[in-house]
């Protein structure tokens, strides 16, 4: 079975930390994505990578930055936290290869920033 | 701007009756259509994939793909209380991205 881990699934924070939102999968997968989901807003994407170093903008990067130093790690950095980032972050990954773009995600972590 | 639309419910259903949950989509060039399920504070998982036109059946869960139409359908037949969530569909796009719904809330009604 696939498995996507994330570092916390609740986190508090104040304004203007910075926080790291980490996440590990096990299964060699090339691609991973960062998320964040609000009530009626859906899925947003903020970030993805399809390989070590790479990384892409999603729709919404701004206040975000990523790293990915390593194939099974992927970091959701907030620069200077605000109040409307508080939202849940989901972290997921996919092979790469075609017809096979099924997204796995981890567990979430729920951020409150105060 | 590529879309995924669903009906966002809630859709009452009784316990034991088929549900029918669908989804339009916009771009043509879409490859693979998956159907989520989100249980309220937890993350998605998946339920199903389809990548051909037709119907697709696993278990309780039959999804339907009409290309021409742009259209992707999941029923859930002898719906249990436990199917209750929101099921999110997505669609294929650029760069191994998928297009998210917004969700489709289902109660099952004992």
């Known amino acids: 079975d696939v498995k996507v881990t994330q570092s916390s699934r609740y986190l508090v924070k104040r304004t203007g930390e910075k926080v790291f939102l980490e996440c590990v999968q096990d299964?060699?997968?090339?691609?991973m994505f960062w998320y964040r989901q609000d009530p009626g807003l859906g899925l947003r994407l903020i970030y993805f990578?399809?390989?070590?170093?790479?990384?892409e903008k999603g729709d919404i990067p701004e206040g975000y930055s990523v790293s990915r130093e390593k194939k099974e790690r992927f970091s959701l950095i907030l620069e200077s936290a605000s109040t409307n980032q508080t939202s849940m972050y989901l972290c997921?990954?996919?092979?790469?290869?075609?017809?096979?773009?099924?997204?796995?995600f981890g567990p979430g972590t729920r951020l409150t920033v105060l | 701007q590529k879309e995924v639309e669903q009906n966002s419910g809630p859709l009452s259903v009784p316990e034991g009756a088929i549900a029918s949950l669908n989804c339009t989509y916009s771009?043509?060039?879409?490859?693979?259509f998956f159907w989520y399920r989100q249980y309220s504070g937890k993350s998605p998982e998946l339920i199903m994939s389809?990548?051909s036109n037709g119907d697709k059946e696993d278990g309780r869960f039959t999804a339907q793909l009409n290309k021409a139409s742009q259209y992707v359908s999941l029923l859930i037949r002898d719906s249990q209380p436990s199917d209750s969530a929101t099921y999110l569909c997505a669609v294929s796009s650029i760069n191994y991205q998928l297009i998210w719904g917004a969700g489709t809330k289902l109660i099952i009604k004992p």
């Open positions: 997921a990954s996919s092979f790469r290869g075609a017809s096979t773009d099924t997204q796995y």
């Open positions: 990578s399809y390989d070590v170093k790479m990384k």
């Open positions: 389809i990548y």
């Open positions: 771009d043509r060039g879409s490859q693979s």
């Open positions: 299964m060699d997968h090339e691609n």
